[in-house]
């Protein structure tokens, strides 16, 4: 049972696509599900306002993290020239990187920022 639940990704095997699908099924279910009024739950309707707007969710995000990238850099006294002139720039190989904790955090931030946009542009 333990070898079955060990996935690896390389070399391919059976459980991850399975894996993948389970999760992906579970989060559309709850994402879907429907109050005694038919209506979807907090979590669908949140979901439907990015569903509804993609190209402009996908423009806005990018820009919102390059800005984010350049902003966080700035405050942590990184370089940025890399962020400014494109592959012109010579990138780093230190003293750039974050923890996960802190990706996740802006990760997070970007989603609730953009969520505002997309709201007021579908309508």
Same mark, same amino acid.
């Given at each position: /049972?333990?070898? &079955?639940?060990?996935? #690896?990704?390389?070399?391919?095997?059976?459980?991850?696509?399975?894996?993948?699908?389970?999760?992906?099924?579970?989060?559309? $279910? /709850?994402?879907?599900?429907?109050?005694?009024?038919?209506?979807?739950?907090?979590? $669908?309707?949140? =979901? @439907?306002?990015?569903?509804?707007? !993609?190209? &402009?969710?996908? %423009?806005?995000? +990018?820009?919102?993290?390059?800005? /984010?990238? @350049?902003? %966080?850099?700035? %405050?942590?006294?990184? !370089?940025?020239? *890399? @962020?400014?002139?494109?592959?012109?720039?010579?990138?780093?190989?230190? $003293?750039? *990187?974050?923890?996960? !904790? &802190? +990706?996740?955090? /802006? *990760? #997070? &931030?970007? =989603?609730?920022?953009?969520?505002? !946009?997309?709201? *007021?542009?579908?309508?």
């Amino acid at each position: /049972m333990i070898s &079955f639940l060990n996935v #690896a990704k390389y070399p391919p095997s059976l459980p991850v696509p399975t894996d993948d699908a389970g999760a992906d099924a579970d989060g559309a $279910g /709850m994402a879907r599900s429907r109050d005694a009024g038919g209506r979807l739950n907090a979590l $669908g309707r949140w =979901i @439907l306002v990015f569903g509804r707007v !993609p190209l &402009f969710y996908y %423009v806005l995000h +990018v820009f919102l993290i390059h800005l /984010m990238a @350049l902003a %966080v850099a700035v %405050v942590c006294h990184q !370089p940025t020239d *890399w @962020l400014l002139h494109g592959r012109s720039g010579r990138l780093p190989t230190h $003293g750039i *990187w974050h923890g996960l !904790p &802190f +990706v996740y955090a /802006m *990760w #997070a &931030f970007a =989603i609730v920022f953009l969520y505002f !946009p997309c709201a *007021w542009s579908r309508t």
